[in-house]
């Protein structure tokens, strides 16, 4: 089975720290996302990646920033964090969407 | 742009009733549908997927959807309800381009004894 797994299940850090959020993937999947999820909202895409070095921007990419300098790994970075960035982060990969995504278990971030 | 509405954010059945959860979708291009389902603390799990083969597609745990497109609907049921269903489902559909998924606002089902 795709395994993707992100580093940290829970995270609590301060107002102005850069966050770093780690995802790594072991099936050599082309393609990864980073969305968060609110209560209410649902999932919301921040940023994807569709190859080594790429990126492209989701519907919600303020306050966020992404790095894929390998194809397993792909790291969202909140530049200075602020509390309404509190919220889970979901990881996923695939290696084409029209057959779905391999999510990882979260990362549940609280800012203070 | 692709969107998904999930009629009812929550929705409550009996252990052994029908379990119906609505999803409509509106796709510029045929559409590829998704249903995941997430248990608590937990990622999303792939229940289901539609990519233009039969139209009644058949999950995991006994779930299965019906895609109709003259009702632009794609909508979870199962016939009998289990305590283990208790999690939050979520309709997805493919963007154009099928780059990425749009996923719905989510459904919690409750199942009650």
């Known amino acids: 089975d795709v395994k993707v797994t992100q580093s940290s299940r829970y995270l609590v850090k301060r107002t102005g720290e850069k966050v770093f959020l780690e995802c790594v993937q072991d099936m050599d999947h082309e393609n990864m996302f980073w969305y968060r999820q609110d209560p209410g909202l649902g999932l919301r895409l921040i940023y994807f990646?569709?190859?080594?070095?790429?990126?492209e921007k989701g519907d919600i990419p303020e306050g966020y920033s992404v790095s894929r300098e390998k194809k397993e790994r792909f790291s969202l970075i909140l530049e200075s964090a602020s509390t309404n960035q509190t919220s889970m982060y979901l990881c996923a990969s695939t290696r084409r969407t029209d057959i779905g995504y391999t999510f990882g278990s979260g990362t549940r971030l609280t800012v203070v | 742009a692709q969107s998904v509405t999930q009629l009812g954010s929550h929705v409550s059945v009996s252990e052994g009733a029908l379990v119906l959860l609505r999803c409509n979708y509106s796709?510029?291009?045929?559409?590829?549908l998704f249903w995941y389902v997430q248990y608590p603390n937990q990622g999303l799990q792939l229940l289901l997927k539609?990519?233009?083969?039969?139209?009644l597609v058949k999950g995991i745990n006994g779930f299965e959807a019906e895609f109709k497109k003259s009702e632009t609907s794609f909508h979870l049921t199962k016939p009998s309800a289990h305590m283990s269903d208790a999690a939050e489902y979520f309709c997805?559909?493919?963007?154009?381009?099928?780059?990425?998924?749009?996923f719905g606002k989510g459904t919690m089902l409750l199942v009650s004894p």
């Open positions: 796709s510029s291009v045929p559409p590829y």
């Open positions: 997805a559909v493919a963007n154009s381009g099928y780059s990425t998924l749009t």
């Open positions: 539609y990519t233009s083969a039969a139209t």
């Open positions: 990646s569709y190859d080594v070095k790429m990126k």
